[in-house]
């Protein structure tokens, strides 16, 4: 297949979220689907998650991506067969129902409202084993952000994850290579891996698509010819692949991320242990405005997270069981991605007004509060020159001394480069992900969100994913 | 070794601030290569820059000074107010911090 211009009537470009159910639902309703993947095809247990080695083996870039901006927001992708599903939390929302009618307005989306999705949620559900943590298992850590949001009256909720537990409480997340990619490839499905699309172009009837694959250090050619193309490479390598080709000059243009920042808080008692597992608690009751929750809190991450504080090493070394990490979410922020001639990579850049930076402060400030309030008795925010801070009176007088390109955000959320629905000013592809103009590409992957979400992101990508293979499937463009 | 890597070896040696181990560097190394390959290049040129003006100022290469000078030069480009002095080390020290928690035993 690598050097020959064989015929796949899909080529199902992304192996994620997106890319993995599309292959699965088309291949099981009978089409010859070759589904290609940039990165190795790695089991779940190939390392242990959000370590060095999965850093290594699993981000993109080797976890070393940022986009660029005042102040600059460091984000990760997965990049193994699987994408981002092998790397996240597994954590699971549905779509904020006020947002599908926001859609549907902004950007003139076609057959789409909240109740047309939830039957497409119920199935996705069932299929990723959507499910809570056994009683008893919950992370102090996370629990400890629950208290606090209790003590204070704010809203908090536990959320599920795409996770198939045991009766003794371990579980296996259901990511990518343990549900669609399996059943992809029981169907006939064929997995590329390690092999890279950089441009696809028409061939009479068909599309041509060239790249390269992986060979041990080196690389050959990839050609492949396909009747239709889904687009499922994420939401920075779908617009790019968009752009090389020729294919559409509105992808990339605009794109919205969850800008994040951190604070280490530490409590009195033991809140984290060496398997603490993933939080799972959420505060919810400044949404769609910012949201809060607890992050990984492992050692390594402990000590990254604390860089900035003078002596934060040696705190971490005595005391990082009483201490846990802690995020606050925002919505706020827009950016442009544009590939670079010469070099594979692209250049993210990413901007703020001012009123989405004081959005970051002030969703600091508030989590901060809520820390305080579930007990802890001191806490370090994520910025450069970070101190220890012992009440709200000193975090107040941090949030004012700040200036942005002091604050350290990242993310983990990227989508909306690509935006569905029927206004051409706005959108790169139409109501069920057909691109406009051409005919027989299709994006299916974060991309095509049409805003930032408010919440984690895999639950919408999968549902407009089946929503639009299902459209697909009856036969439509 | 090539002045890059001999560079990048003592840089990350230093900011570890513990005996010579290999994954460190080597970590580092292999996550200088995985980069984007744009932010790679700017690295590795600033990386080179940084070491011909380390030996024009003090007739030495970095990684042949002592340990107590080569924390003294990152002491100062730390404490820089240029801001890229200040990113070109915060770079290799998130690597290195983040390479000698993720080896150290915190079950002890």
Redesign the interface.
């Known amino acids: 297949m690598s050097c020959t211009k064989e015929i796949a009537d899909i080529a199902v470009i992304g192996s994620g979220p997106g890319g993995a159910l599309t292959a699965a639902l088309l291949s099981e309703a009978g089409k010859k689907v070759v589904l290609i993947d940039k990165g190795p095809h790695l089991p779940l247990t190939s390392c242990e998650p959000f370590t060095i080695d999965e850093m290594t083996q699993k981000y993109s870039f080797g976890g070393i991506t940022v986009a660029m901006g005042k102040p600059p927001v460091s984000y990760i992708e997965g990049s193994s067969v699987g994408g981002g599903s092998e790397v996240n939390s597994g954590l699971y929302h549905r779509t904020p129902e006020n947002l599908v009618a926001k859609w549907v307005d902004e950007f003139q989306i076609k057959d789409l409202s909240y109740e047309d999705l939830v039957p497409i949620f119920n199935k996705n559900e069932e299929d990723l084993t959507i499910s809570y943590v056994p009683a008893g298992n919950l992370p102090k850590a996370s629990l400890k952000l629950h208290e606090g949001a209790h003590k204070l009256g704010w809203n908090s909720i536990e959320v599920p994850r795409w996770f198939k537990y045991e009766s003794d409480g371990s579980g296996i997340k259901q990511s990518m290579t343990e549900t669609f990619i399996p059943r992809a490839l029981k169907n006939g499905a064929q997995l590329i891996s390690d092999t890279q699309v950089n441009k696809i172009s028409p061939h009479t009837d068909e599309w041509h698509l060239a790249g390269s694959k992986k060979n041990g250090t080196d690389s050959i050619p990839f050609e492949l010819l396909a009747k239709k193309i889904f687009i499922c490479a994420g939401a920075i390598a779908t617009p790019v692949l968009l752009k090389r080709s020729g294919l559409s000059r509105l992808a990339g243009k605009k794109f919205h991320m969850h800008p994040s920042i951190k604070i280490v808080a530490k409590f009195p008692e033991q809140v984290n242990h060496f398997r603490m597992g993933v939080p799972v608690h959420q505060v919810k009751e400044f949404s769609p405005r910012y949201s809060m929750g607890c992050s990984i809190s492992s050692p390594p991450y402990l000590s990254l997270a604390m860089m900035d504080v003078q002596g934060g090493q040696a705190i971490v070394d005595s005391h990082w069981s009483n201490m846990a990490i802690y995020y606050a979410m925002t919505t706020g922020g827009c950016g442009v991605i544009n590939p670079l001639p010469l070099f594979k990579a692209p250049l993210v850049k990413f901007r703020f007004t001012a009123s989405e930076l004081n959005d970051i402060l002030d969703a600091m400030v508030d989590l901060a509060k809520c820390l305080f309030a579930a007990g802890a008795t001191e806490i370090y925010p994520s910025v450069q020159n970070s101190r220890q801070i012992k009440n709200m009176d000193e975090m107040v007088g941090l949030r004012h001394e700040l200036e942005a390109n002091q604050l350290n955000l990242m993310t983990i959320h990227l989508f909306s480069s690509c935006p569905m629905g029927e206004n051409r000013k706005n959108t790169v592809v139409n109501s069920y992900g057909a691109l406009h103009d051409h005919d027989g590409i299709y994006v299916n992957d974060s991309s095509i969100i049409p805003t930032a979400l408010g919440v984690n992101p895999q639950g919408t990508v999968m549902a407009l994913a089946r929503r639009n293979v299902e459209y697909f499937l009856r036969g439509n463009k | 070794m090539l002045l890059y890597e001999s560079t990048v070896v003592a840089l990350v040696h230093t900011l570890a601030a513990r005996p010579y181990i290999v994954n460190e560097h080597r ?1 580092v190394l ?2 200088c ?7 790679g290049l700017a690295m590795r040129i600033l990386t080179i820059f940084f070491a011909v003006y380390i030996f024009i100022t003090h007739l030495m290469p970095f990684h042949r000074l002592s340990l107590k000078e080569r924390i003294r030069v990152l002491a100062r480009l730390q404490n820089s107010r240029i ?1 890229v002095c200040r990113d070109f080390v915060r770079f290799y ?2 690597l290195t ?6 080896e ?1 035993d ?2 002890q």
């Open positions: 970590f292999c996550q290569l995985a980069m984007p390959d744009f932010l801001a020290q998130t911090l983040f390479s000698v928690a993720s150290k915190w079950m």
